[in-house]
């Protein structure tokens, strides 16, 4: 299951947050997530959740964006969704549509935030 090495990477990205701005408390971490990252969102959620444990993050959300997958079609000279993740084209003409605009990432977006942490 790589969603632990991911959710590992994920707190250890927030520690380094947390020590550069002088301790403050990581409230939620926010994820944007594409439906091609191969992750799966619960695995994620739930490894999350167990490697935050005994940390800095303890307590911490992860708040997970899903983002459709959105192709470029030639044809039409406009991005569009794709109705499904089996044929890659264009929901309005049909045409085959390889240009992947949106889908892949596995992207922190945000952290919130809280007031510092006494010393």
């Not at 971490?29 to 695995?43: D, K, P, Q, T, W």
């Not at 470029?72 to 794709?82: D, E, I, L, S, T």
């Not at 089996?86 to 549509?97: I, K, L, Q, R, S």
Request: hydrophobic share 45%; glycine share 6%; charged share 20%.
């Amino acid at each position: 299951m790589h969603e632990l090495s991911i959710a590992l990477s994920i707190i250890e990205m927030a520690e380094e947050e947390i020590a550069r701005q002088d301790n403050v408390q990581v409230t939620a971490i926010h994820l944007r997530l594409g439906m091609l990252s191969g992750v799966a969102r619960e695995a994620l959620l739930s490894s999350f959740e167990i490697a935050c444990e005994g940390t800095a993050l303890q307590g911490s959300r992860l708040v997970i964006e899903e983002l459709p997958i959105i192709v470029y079609c030639p044809k039409c000279g406009a991005q569009r969704p794709v109705n499904t993740v089996e044929w890659f084209t264009c929901p309005v003409c049909h045409t085959a549509t390889p240009d992947i605009v949106q889908g892949k990432e596995l992207q922190v977006a945000a952290l919130e935030i809280a007031e510092a942490l006494p010393v």
